[in-house]
Nanobody, 130 residues
Framework: QVQLAESGGGLVQPGGSLRLSCAAS????????IGWFRQVSGKEREGVSC????????YYADSVKGRFTISRDNAKNTVYLQMNSLKPEDPAVYYC???????????????????????WGQGTQVTVSS
C-alpha cells in the first residue's frame, strides 16, 4: 500500500534548525510529486514546499524562502525538509503528501491549491519556543 510517514519534529528555540523526514513505502517516489504542508489547529492548511512531478522543480512558500530546503534521497525513498532560522510563526503540524494517482495541471506550481495530492502522512509536530 502507498504510505507516507513523517518524523523529525520536536521543540526548538527561535533561530534553531530541524530536519523533517518523509519516508515513503509501497511505491518509488523518484518521479512523483511530493509536498510539505503545515497546519495550525483551527486554521487552513498551508503549502510550505514541494517537488513537482512533471520535472522535479522545487517550490517554496514566500514565508520560508531562504530558510527551508526540500530534498529527495532516492536510495532511501525519503524526502526531507531542512528548516533553518526557525521563527515563532513556524510552529505547526507538518505533513507530507504525494500526487501518486492524480493528474496535476500542467505548468502549475505544486503549491497551487488546484494541484491535487491523494496520499498523506499523519504529521509531525514542530514547536518553536525560547
Amino acid at each position: 500500500q502507498v504510505q507516507l510517514a513523517e518524523s523529525g519534529g520536536g521543540l526548538v528555540q527561535p533561530g534553531g534548525s530541524l530536519r523533517l523526514s518523509c519516508a515513503a513505502s509501497g511505491f518509488t517516489l523518484n518521479y512523483y510529486g511530493i509536498g510539505w504542508f503545515r497546519q495550525v489547529s483551527g486554521k487552513e492548511r498551508e503549502g510550505v514546499s514541494c517537488i513537482r512531478s512533471s520535472d522535479g522543480r522545487t517550490y517554496y512558500a514566500d514565508s520560508v524562502k531562504g530558510r527551508f530546503t526540500i530534498s529527495r534521497d532516492n536510495a532511501k525513498n525519503t524526502v526531507y525538509l531542512q528548516m533553518n532560522s526557525l521563527k515563532p510563526e513556524d510552529p505547526a503540524v507538518y505533513y507530507c503528501a504525494t500526487d501518486y494517482n492524480t493528474y496535476p495541471p500542467y505548468g502549475s506550481s505544486c503549491l497551487d491549491t488546484k494541484y491535487e495530492y491523494d496520499y498523506w502522512g499523519q504529521g509531525t509536530q514542530v514547536t518553536v519556543s525560547s
